[in-house]
């Protein structure tokens, strides 16, 4: 079968594998559509920023370079192996990627799965990864897809469901003000996210033009930080209260900063992208305004399943900011992403 295996820094290829089978317990996915995430980016050009490296087996799953990628797709079961009961051949399903955990380390024993420092997941430290023709594993991590919800909305469930974990940690409730730094995939699942909890009144602050675009032809209101008076749009959108939370979907310090800025005293600022370079702040202004800061990596299953449910009730819309492109175009897709141009790169692979 035909995979993109990754086999180190820009080194990206198309390569011919054996196809796999179902083991005990394991489903066998024909793979629909895999998405490009933003930590696919930091894998592909900075893999020395990622928390666990492939220099070495993992010591869970055994994986090393090369490695299939993709953790966000989506298919329909073609087989299954001994024992499963509750997932059958025909089935259209989304994966939730993360296969396994130590189960012993301080995050683990706090139900912080996605914390723990020897977290295996499909399409990067385990078997099993989406860009690729077919995959397997444990039955348990497909997530059967309802009438309604096709198999291009399920490989968004995986990206969608990081920024409903980032809303579901920021407490924020209906009727109350965010701002949203940032308009990629997983801004816009926050953005998503907040309205399906009833949060009307949210800003995206976006310094790229075609983005901020994407977000208005959404319906979204959108401020460029950079050329626009941020402070005033908060402030006109909520009658210079300041907002109760922000979801920094951005990964620079100068949105931090700003979303830092924007808060009423009391709220809290959700730290949901990775940073490649270190920021410097002023923690005074946290003291004075008793505001928080909180981190939000991954989600829960349950947290996949309410995506699902949102998605089967009309919550989800990919006009504008999901294009396709087939998997021979990953690494030019990478790097259009890189340069910041489109939002969501979904690939065909089945």
Not at 145 to 160: F, Q, T
Request: proline share 6%; with cysteine.
């Amino acid at each position: 079968m035909k995979a993109a295996r990754f086999h180190g820094k820009e080194d990206l290829r198309i390569e011919e594998v054996p196809e796999p089978g179902p083991g005990p317990g394991q489903v066998k996915l024909r793979n629909a559509f895999a998405g490009i995430c933003g930590s696919d980016l930091h894998f592909f050009f900075h893999p020395e920023s990622l928390p666990f490296g492939l220099d070495e087996p993992h010591p869970l799953t055994g994986a090393t370079l090369p490695q299939i990628l993709g953790h966000e797709f989506s298919g329909t079961v073609v087989e299954v192996g001994e024992g499963v009961t509750d997932v059958k051949v025909g089935d259209r399903g989304a994966v939730y990627p993360l296969a396994v955990s130590c189960g012993e380390c301080a995050a683990c024993r706090r139900g912080l799965p996605f914390s723990c420092r020897l977290m295996g997941s499909l399409g990067s430290n385990t078997e099993g990864g989406g860009l690729a023709e077919f995959s397997t594993f444990d039955a348990s991590l497909l997530h059967v897809l309802p009438e309604g919800v096709d198999l291009r909305l399920g490989a968004l469930v995986e990206p969608m469901a990081v920024g409903w974990h980032a809303v579901a940690r920021s407490g924020v409730e209906a009727g109350g003000a965010a701002l949203v730094a940032g308009a990629g995939p997983i801004g816009i699942g926050a953005w998503f996210a907040l309205r399906a909890r009833g949060v009307e009144r949210v800003l995206v602050s976006e310094p790229s033009a075609d983005r901020r675009a994407i977000m208005a032809g959404l319906g979204a209101r959108v401020v460029d930080p950079v050329n626009e008076d941020l402070a005033g749009a908060v402030a006109a959108l909520t009658d210079g209260r300041g907002v109760d939370v922000a979801v920094d979907a951005a990964g620079a310090g100068a949105a931090v900063d700003s979303a830092l800025a924007s808060l009423v005293p009391g709220g809290r600022l959700v730290v949901t992208a990775l940073h490649e370079q270190p920021m410097r702040f002023q923690p005074t202004g946290l003291m004075m305004a008793e505001t928080e800061i909180v981190g939000a990596v991954g989600y829960r299953p349950e947290e996949f399943d309410a995506v699902i449910a949102a998605m089967a009730d009309g919550m989800y819309d990919t006009t504008g900011w999901v294009r396709e492109s087939s998997l021979d175009g990953i690494v030019d897709a990478l790097r259009s992403l890189r340069a910041g141009i489109g939002a969501k790169v979904l690939l065909r692979v089945g």
